[in-house]
């Protein structure tokens, strides 16, 4: 059974950081292409991050570009969302999930996680 557990949100006032981890199971993390997603309320979900499994290159939205980075460490079989200088607007709840990463968009494919809360706020 294929699980990913997102953990690491939490409140953090503007200007911070966090970093989010997936774990996974049941499932190779470089087997595929995967990435962030995240929903705020009220909000369609919004593709965030992703690496190719073809190519090993990244993605990210323009909103968080230059601001977030997306890692993986094959041998824990975890990926990780760094995230700095958050702003109000990144509050969502943030999921990993199988994607195909393409060069100027994240679609989403299969979500198995329960995702984790970001609260920005002073």
């Known amino acids: 059974q294929v699980q990913f557990v997102e953990s690491g949100g939490g409140l953090i006032q503007p200007g911070g950081s966090l970093r989010l981890s997936c774990a996974a199971s049941g499932f190779t993390l470089d087997s595929d292409s995967i990435g962030w997603f995240r929903q705020a309320p009220g909000k369609e979900r919004e593709g965030v991050s992703c690496i190719s499994r073809s190519t090993g290159n990244t993605y990210y939205a323009g909103s968080v570009k230059g601001r977030f980075t997306i890692s993986r460490d094959n041998t824990k079989n975890t990926m990780y969302l760094q995230m700095n200088s958050l702003k109000p607007e990144d509050t969502a709840v943030y999921y990993c999930?199988?994607?195909?990463?393409?060069?100027?968009?994240?679609?989403?494919?299969?979500?198995w996680g329960q995702g984790t809360q970001v609260t920005v706020s002073s």
């Open positions: 999930a199988t994607v195909f990463c393409l060069s100027n968009q994240i679609v989403i494919r299969n979500n």
